[in-house]
């Protein structure tokens, strides 16, 4: 895209050079008389033919000029409605054209009784197909009718129906968006067909093995809820079944679980449009949030092959605790890291902790970064990495070793005010999204009850001390650890020993 853009921006410089330039060898004479002889180049735009150029700040004829915008423009008010079934409407104004409307309910991996285990992965893949009221090709000629864009994703806890499109739209949107949330068919054809692609994605996890040992952490670190799979188990392709989603969704889809959340719309247009089409949701009360607890564990795959990949990771506060939680996210920023080629061009990312104090010193570690899972009451902090077999021991005592300095308060204030910068403008260009916004406001909803103002969460991260980051990264790594290896882990220290490090 780059590349077009700059051989488009060559061309154009060329036309306009051999268009305004004089020829290379006329004197100042004979280019000063061409000059008085013909009209200015940017003459048309007042309509006349002097050799002058026009000035820009004349008026152009025929042409109004809009109002000039305030020059401090307030930011709207988020609006929430609770509908007597318990579903909640909220909705935030922009000036923006389009609106973004998304239904997320609080429905996760962690609500599937053994039973059910893959449903929530399914129901992600099943999302915008055909309805009892459309066909799949209906459903998408009319939202490609209205320019529309659809989305749907599963967490642990979390469920996401998105829509995007412009805003004279509206209705289109809304009634698209909940019946197929509402009203899915789940014809046997299609349910066979995203099963069929489930099981290629669920090959393909084995070849992300960042993403492969960040899902079985989780299951090797807690027990109960947060333990059972994101990603449905192979075991479970053969039982999963139309029938099986539709008695998981009629459990789980309730109004008091639900928000209807928008960004660009406003509140009155979309409680009118949306009340008709869920009013009639059960009013059933909000179901206990399955518990889990943090364990630890050891998890180990032997794959063989050139590297060892680990991850080492640690139980912190979920966002009902906010401040620990919003520690846990400035700790990764500072602690950073990536892979020992900078994608991004070079420099990117280097001055982070992990990158300063591992990747430039060792070549045999290929990557190390940190990471944070974080839920409603718990989370996951911890460093992945990456390395040759014979250096893995080291770079998993590196990793040890560079948690143990944080916690000994050998971070300085250039460190962490460079974390709470990158902390914070990472929070304000991503809430620059229409789609994001709405995320915000349907998953804080869902979380909170409430959506809380982003002014509250970055004074949280100004408030921030070294001590805090040196406390908190102390108290973390004295909980129990949770190991995951991956590859040739053959020369992978034991549990016990990898334990020790960090003590």
């Known amino acids: 895209m780059y590349r077009t853009a700059a051989s488009r921006a060559k061309a154009l410089k060329g036309v306009l050079t051999r268009s305004l330039r004089p020829a290379r060898y006329a004197s100042s004479s004979a280019a000063a008389a061409t000059s008085s002889s013909t009209p200015g180049y940017l003459s048309w735009l007042g309509g006349g033919s002097s050799g002058s150029l026009t000035s820009l700040d004349m008026p152009l004829q025929g042409v109004s000029l809009p109002p000039p915008l305030a020059d401090k423009v307030e930011p709207s008010k988020l609006k929430i409605t609770t509908l007597p079934n318990g579903l909640k409407i909220a909705s935030e104004m922009s000036p923006n054209p389009a609106a973004s409307i998304g239904l997320y309910v609080d429905c996760g991996s962690i609500y599937e009784a053994p039973y059910f285990h893959g449903a929530t992965h399914l129901l992600e893949r099943m999302a915008f197909k055909s309805t009892l009221n459309r066909t799949h090709f209906r459903l998408v000629r009319e939202i490609e009718a209205i320019g529309g864009n659809t989305s749907a994703s599963a967490s642990r806890e979390q469920m996401s129906y998105t829509i995007d499109a412009l805003k004279t739209y509206v209705p289109e949107m809304v009634e698209v968006l909940i019946d197929s949330v509402r009203n899915p068919a789940f014809l046997d054809w299609e349910v066979n067909e995203e099963l069929r692609k489930m099981k290629v994605e669920i090959a393909e996890l084995a070849k992300n093995p960042m993403g492969f040992l960040l899902e079985?952490?989780?299951?090797?670190?807690?027990?109960?809820?947060?333990?059972?799979?994101?990603?449905?188990?192979?075991?479970?392709?053969?039982?999963?079944?139309?029938?099986?989603?539709?008695?998981?969704m009629t459990e789980n889809f309730t109004a008091a679980r639900m928000v209807l959340a928008a960004s660009g719309v406003e509140h009155e247009e979309l409680l009118k449009v949306a009340e008709p089409l869920v009013s009639d949701l059960p009013n059933v009360p909000r179901q206990v949030e399955p518990k889990s607890q943090y364990v630890g564990g050891d998890f180990r795959q032997h794959t063989g092959g050139e590297a060892t990949h680990f991850a080492v990771?640690?139980?912190?506060?979920?966002?009902?605790?906010?401040?620990?939680?919003?520690?846990?996210?400035?700790?990764?920023?500072?602690?950073?890291?990536?892979?020992?080629?900078?994608?991004?061009?070079?420099?990117?990312?280097?001055?982070?902790?992990?990158?300063?104090?591992?990747?430039?010193?060792?070549?045999?570690?290929?990557?190390?970064?940190?990471?944070?899972?974080?839920?409603?009451?718990?989370?996951?902090?911890?460093?992945?990495?990456?390395?040759?077999?014979?250096?893995?021991?080291?770079?998993?005592?590196?990793?040890?070793?560079?948690?143990?300095?944080?916690?000994?308060?050998?971070?300085?204030?250039q460190h962490l005010d460079r974390a709470k910068a990158a902390t914070k403008s990472a929070v304000l260009m991503n809430l620059e999204s229409r789609m994001i916004e709405a995320e915000d406001i349907g998953r804080q909803i869902l979380t909170y009850g409430e959506r809380k103002p982003v002014d509250q969460f970055l004074k949280t991260v100004d408030q921030l001390t070294l001590k805090d980051i040196a406390d908190f990264t102390s108290k973390v790594i004295s909980k129990p650890l949770t190991m995951g290896a991956f590859g040739d882990v053959l020369t992978v220290p034991s549990y016990d020993t990898i334990s020790s490090k960090f003590h």
């Open 216 to 248: 079985a952490i989780h299951s090797a670190g807690y027990s109960g809820a947060l333990a059972s799979p994101l990603y449905a188990p192979e075991s479970a392709l053969d039982r999963l079944n139309g029938e099986l989603l539709e008695e998981f």
């Open 313 to 413: 990771a640690f139980e912190v506060p979920g966002w009902n605790n906010e401040k620990e939680a919003v520690t846990a996210t400035v700790l990764q920023m500072l602690m950073g890291g990536g892979g020992s080629f900078s994608a991004g061009g070079p420099g990117k990312g280097m001055h982070s902790w992990l990158y300063r104090r591992v990747l430039n010193e060792y070549q045999q570690v290929q990557s190390c970064t940190a990471f944070t899972s974080i839920f409603n009451n718990t989370g996951l902090f911890g460093i992945y990495g990456c390395s040759s077999p014979e250096f893995a021991a080291t770079a998993i005592e590196l990793a040890a070793k560079e948690l143990k300095d944080v916690a000994g308060g050998k971070v300085n204030q």
